[in-house]
């Protein structure tokens, strides 16, 4: 079984009966359904043709948003689409507009056009707020969040305000909005030995290279014509498969604070394996190199 089978066998099997993804299976702290993640996976089952499964988790959307229907909407809720009473950070609005992105590139999206109305109207009015960024560390109006409600937006406004902060910090989360400019800074930043980091800050299980950044830079690079670094990105991810073929968060070759692993290991035990989002990320790199051919 090749690696794009298996991933899409992982997506399928972590999907609940709700619709709603499961982060990873594994690890207990991720057992719950993002926005975000979610949106980057059901645009990866889409590719491949699992419609279905993509528009489970598009009624899964539907059903937390009309359950709250004058927002806000947390990053993340149980899988049966109740919210998570943790003290996880709640507000993070990337994930709603990844959502709406997601709606467009599916097509046909009448069926969760009531729930699509009242998200873009809420991000209309709060666009411009602070939230935490997509790592859930930081306060504060992010470049990467702008981007995700410009494009769900369709906001060229938004999303030039993103391009205004993209030099504020060199983050992966940048990769989404992957410009030759971000790209460069990256590479010269966070690209290691065929993988990217985070950030120069990270110290999350040690600060080790991520599976899902790594192929969002094969994404970027396939942007650019620049096919064969593409490939080589979708070589490293493969390389750093377990050998059941399940992808982890991050892998541990080159980790920016070594004293660090061993702590968040005795706190929530061995890193995310499988990580949902690895697994679409590295279907929707191996999909944009094989429309390439």
């Not at 993002?34 to 009624?59: K, L, N, P, Q, T």
């Not at 046909?108 to 209309?124: F, I, P």
């Not at 504020?168 to 030995?193: H, M, N, Q, W, Y």
């Not at 065929?194 to 790594?214: E, F, I, K, M, S």
Request: proline share 6%; aromatic share 10%.
């Amino acid at each position: 079984m090749s690696l794009a089978e298996r991933s899409i066998n992982v997506i399928l099997a972590g999907q609940s009966p709700s619709g709603g993804y499961v982060a990873c299976p594994t690890f207990e702290p991720y057992r719950y359904s993002w926005f975000r993640d979610g949106a980057f996976i059901a645009d990866a089952m889409r590719e491949a043709g699992h419609y279905d499964s993509a528009d489970r988790f598009f009624d899964w959307c539907a059903h937390v948003v009309l359950s709250r229907p004058t927002g806000p909407w947390d990053a993340r809720y149980r899988l049966d689409g109740e919210p998570d009473p943790s003290d996880w950070p709640k507000l993070q609005i990337d994930g709603l507009g990844l959502f709406l992105g997601a709606l467009r590139r599916r097509g046909h999206a009448t069926r969760w056009e009531d729930a699509a109305t009242l998200v873009t109207g809420w991000l209309e009015r709060h666009w411009n707020e602070p939230c935490v960024d997509w790592w859930e560390e930081r306060e504060g109006i992010h470049a990467a969040t702008l981007w995700c409600v410009g494009n769900g937006l369709g906001s060229d406004e938004i999303k030039r305000e993103a391009l205004a902060r993209a030099g504020d910090r060199v983050d992966g989360s940048l990769l989404f909005i992957g410009t030759p400019e971000i790209v460069e800074r990256v590479e010269a930043s966070l690209l290691v030995d065929g993988g990217v980091h985070r950030h120069l800050d990270d110290d999350y299980y040690g600060g080790g290279q991520w599976l899902l950044l790594t192929a969002k830079l094969g994404l970027a690079y396939v942007d650019q014509d620049r096919l064969e670094d593409a490939r080589n990105c979708l070589a490293w991810i493969d390389a750093h498969a377990a050998p059941n073929g399940e992808l982890p968060e991050q892998s541990q070759d080159h980790l920016l604070r070594p004293e660090s692993y061993e702590p968040w290991v005795e706190k929530w035990g061995p890193p995310p394996s499988p990580l949902l989002w690895s697994h679409a990320m590295y279907l929707r790199l191996h999909h944009a190199l094989r429309d390439r051919r």
